[in-house]
DNA sequence: GTTCGTGCAAACCGTTTGCACCGAC
DNA sequence: GTCGGTGCAAACGGTTTGCACGAAC
């Protein structure tokens, strides 16, 4: 985990006068042991792993936590489940492109797109606020062949839904 | 209804050997009764006014099939709501502004938006598909008075939650 | 008459919450 | 010792599903 991360949090907590338990410590370890995106239910897993007490309550209680404190995003991708993105502490602006079949998730950042975000909501008469952006799109790889291997794992996980 | 919107389902229903029901007929009135997006729950009480006798699993599941028939749109606006867009039959590269204070959600198309967005899914090798663009953003209003009308309608309706 | 559709209620699934105990400060 | 945190299990809310009955075709 990077230091200013932590840092924002130690300072979260001590303005809030709330306290950094050892479950709080294995859970936001888990968060940042990995640049991927996360469900609740995935980062349970991990954190218990780390600790074998963890409880789910306390793990929704954290991400929410971390969503308020500007270390963690929140990304709809839809599917009725909530992702969570770990880097988005330190690149609050990117974008998400999502594969509709395969369900691969690519971030970027560009700034056309930010200035045209920017120019766009200004004239509609709103101020950008937290630029969360999605393109739900189809990877060339379905495209051509019908089949990735996003959508196989997809398959093989928790059969054929989609 | 657009007459072609009516076109496109009685295809549906044909190629698949499907029926025209009359919940059908009833919950797809409540669908294109208004513009604006809806949630399934809004629907139900729509279309228990033309009938009561309408059952939730009807509304869902006649919901998916308009979905699939490509009449109607999904947004994700967030807070764990699906919610429909009935303009999407015939706008269907509109984008969605949605205010994270009020929850206001501005349609709007612009050519320039639609190109960026194409440029970008191609660089990175994607196609594009469903282009359901989402930005969150802050209304003028909540900006400058830090309140607006729509605020303190979901204030008063669901009991000041966000 | 066959097959698809419907209504009901129960199941589901991700998430939140009430409560009694626990532990950081 | 105090007060915030935790774990558990139950509640929640939106959505889906199994099943027997009903109705298009």
Do not use: W
Request: charge should be positive; aromatic fraction near 6%; include cysteine.
């Amino acid at each position: 985990m990077k230091a200013a991360v932590q840092k924002t949090i130690d300072r979260y907590l001590e303005d809030r006068g709330l306290r950094m338990t050892r479950q709080r410590r294995d859970i936001i370890e888990a968060v940042f042991l990995s640049e991927e995106h996360f469900t609740a239910e995935e980062l349970m897993v991990r954190a218990q792993k780390l600790n074998p007490r963890t409880s789910r309550a306390t793990v929704y209680r954290t991400l929410v936590m971390l969503v308020d404190a500007g270390v963690l995003g929140e990304v709809e991708l839809g599917k009725g489940q909530r992702f969570f993105d770990p880097n988005f502490g330190e690149r609050p602006n990117h974008s998400h492109l999502i594969c509709v079949d395969c369900g691969t998730v690519i971030e970027f950042e560009d700034s056309h797109m930010e200035v045209l975000e920017d120019c766009l909501t200004r004239r509609l008469g709103f101020r950008p606020s937290r630029k969360s952006l999605r393109i739900e799109a189809c990877c060339e790889q379905v495209r051509k062949e019908g089949i990735c291997e996003n959508l196989i794992k997809a398959r093989v996980g928790k059969g054929a839904q989609r």
